[in-house]
């Protein structure tokens, strides 16, 4: 019970992106649920890209077919404001490519200037993956606004595709949440006991 109750907050979404609906070519997509208080960035992509269709994605092409990140082609989400302080700690999100997409994506923030990788993810073959990215580390701790850019590269060819699926931000909870919760499951488990033992 006392596990339950943990996780149910550690994976609390503060900004989800729901593209089940997209047609894959918008210019831009917005939010589909955010946290209390929390206005998320659009879903857009950086200048190097060009929309392309995909049902059920945001999908792009114009991918650089180069081994390292061309630093115009990148898709931008995050949190534009919080009216409190966010903790995140992951970004979780699917992916696929055509078969002559990229095969390789870095994912980045604007804490650092976008300087420096906070995950590097690989696809193998054109099936959708799914990947989570720990970000429950001191940069991401009680922010109020953060950009993140994924750089996708190596593509087979230009007119190659890079979709994303589902996206989403989850934040960790503060310390005194956490003692809230265990105290509430504490009172949950006490009282279960007492109800069996006298059932």
Partial sequence: MVCIC?????????????????SGDEATFSATTTGSGVTALDLTRGAGLTASSGVG???SKA??????IDTADYLSFGIQSSTSPVSLGSVSLTLRRSGTGPDSFSLFSDKD????????LSLPDDAEH???VNVNNSTFANISDV????FGYNAGS????GRVGALSLSAV??????????SMCLVVWVVQRRYRKHS
Avoid: W
């Avoid at 950009?147 to 994924?150: A, V, Y």
């Fill in 113 to 120: 200037n976008f300087v420096t990788s906070i995950g590097n």
């Fill in 158 to 161: 230009s007119v190659g595709t």
């Fill in 130 to 132: 799914a990947f989570t």
């Fill in 173 to 182: 909870p503060e310390p005194e949440e956490y003692a809230f919760f265990m």
């Fill in 147 to 150: 950009e993140f850019r994924l």
């Fill in 6 to 22: 943990i996780c149910s907050v550690v994976t609390a979404q503060v900004v989800v992106y729901d593209v089940t609906s997209a």
């Fill in 57 to 59: 994605s945001f999908n």
């Fill in 63 to 68: 991918f650089t077919t180069a081994t390292s």
